[in-house]
């Protein structure tokens, strides 16, 4: 009997379910995210492009709790927190039943999402400490993959892309998410007030209370939660961070007699509004760069820029890729036989589309030296745009292959609404 066990296989019927539901949120999101890019952009650059800037730094907001803040700043710690959110809600799920519950099916898309942020980061490092007026700071900023982003670009040429692949994608997007949201909350605060960070630490005891008491009225949840973010925010530490926490503190198992365990009933309400709003908004008042001030090829020729493309487009496939093939040998296993290597390279380059928490880093890393600040931005749209373009090609060239699999997948003959896969005597 072969020792070897098998990699990216068809994942189980409620998995799968739970899948296409997220990645069709993220894809709607996505879509939504690249015309909030682009007008903003467009406005940016155009003869009104005053009153961009002008909008992006209204401030609003009650001064007397120390938040009167920009848009742009209410864009990346208010509407982010609510995407952050989902994303522990997502975290939590993988962790409790999903790809990351089983240690020998985790192993590979951890260490894929790991592969996929030390070697961007440490190339950037590289470029930055090795070229005149570098600036190591930004390294966090190549480090994330937007899975929306991604998702769009393969709701254009990738829709028959085996469900065992958009898993792979979406658990190795949770992970960097993870990474990038612990580099956010050690690296890129700049000051820390203990009393702050103990009450938001208190208003997480009571929510995790709350989920344990099957206590489930808004009354209670949306003040804690608003407190939480507020606490946080005070405390120095990226208010983004709170949303991330409380998502991993929802409750993701049904009780008996019980439809949608919370963690459902939450990412059903909200990832709605945070894949096709939140983000979308949050682009919207980050990407807008003008160009014209900063000159493009100027822009590109800064050590930031071109740390952050090394990193996205060489960087992430190469550390994906490589870290799962070394996996798999050590633990001795193989992948499913509809998936090949060249089909993980493709994910790899996806996995370099690097734009929502990219930016966000990148405006923490560089707020005071708007230079750098303008040539990272430039660079994380240039190098996703490169990253979709060549996971384009990559996929179109096993397009042919991924429709002979989405047809067995697909297929349901007897018409229940389940695939015929799923019913064979050997599935599983």
């Known amino acids: 009997m072969s020792s070897e066990r098998e990699l990216l296989g068809r994942p189980s019927l409620g998995e799968r379910t739970w899948l296409l539901e997220q990645l069709r949120d993220e894809t709607v999101g996505g879509m939504l995210l690249l015309g909030a890019a682009v007008l903003a952009l467009i406005w940016a650059n155009s003869p009104w492009g005053a009153s961009y800037v002008d909008l992006v730094n209204f401030q609003v907001g009650p001064a007397a709790l120390h938040l009167d803040l920009t848009l742009g700043t209410w864009a990346a710690d208010g509407l982010l927190a609510v995407f952050f959110y989902v994303v522990g809600l997502e975290l939590k799920h993988e962790l409790v039943l999903g790809s990351l519950s089983k240690p020998a099916q985790a192993v590979v898309p951890v260490a894929a999402a790991l592969g996929g942020m030390i070697l961007p980061a440490v190339l950037f ?80 005891a009571v929510y995790a209370w709350a989920q344990h008491k099957r206590i489930h009225t808004p009354f209670l949840y949306v003040p804690l939660v608003l407190l939480g973010w507020y606490f946080m925010h005070g405390s120095g530490v990226h208010a983004t961070i709170a949303g991330v926490v409380f998502g991993l503190l929802t409750r993701v198992r049904t009780d008996p007699g019980e439809a949608k365990a919370p963690t459902d009933r939450m990412e059903h309400l909200l990832h709605p509004i945070s894949a096709g709003i939140c983000v979308p ?104 745009v490169i990253a979709a373009l060549l996971a384009s090609i990559a996929i179109f060239a096993r397009n042919r292959h991924y429709a002979e699999v989405y047809a067995r997948e697909e297929a349901d003959y007897d018409k229940d609404g389940i695939p015929d896969v799923y019913e064979a005597p050997d599935a599983r």
Do not use: Q
């Open 281 to 384: 908004l949050f682009a919207f008042f980050s990407a807008g760069v003008d160009v014209r001030s900063v000159g493009l090829v100027d822009s590109l020729k800064n050590p930031v820029a071109i740390g952050i493309i090394i990193g996205l487009v060489v960087g992430k496939p190469i550390g994906v890729v490589s870290l799962s093939w070394v996996t798999a040998r050590f633990t001795r296993a193989s992948l499913s036989p509809d998936i090949a290597w060249r089909d993980v390279t493709a994910i790899g380059l996806l996995a370099g589309i690097g734009f929502t928490v990219a930016l966000l880093i990148d405006e923490l890393a560089y707020e005071t030296d708007p230079l750098r600040l303008s040539s990272g931005k430039v660079a994380i749209l240039v190098a996703s």
């Open 125 to 204: 490092v590289v470029v930055n400490l090795t070229m005149s007026g570098g600036s190591p700071k930004g390294w966090g900023i190549p480090m994330a993959t937007d899975i929306a982003f991604a998702l769009a670009v393969l709701a254009v040429v990738g829709r028959r892309l085996p469900v065992a692949l958009r898993a792979f994608l979406l658990t190795l997007a949770v992970v960097d998410d993870l990474g990038a949201i612990t580099v956010i909350a050690i690296f890129y605060s700049d000051h820390f007030y203990l009393t702050w960070f103990l009450a938001a630490v208190a208003t997480f």
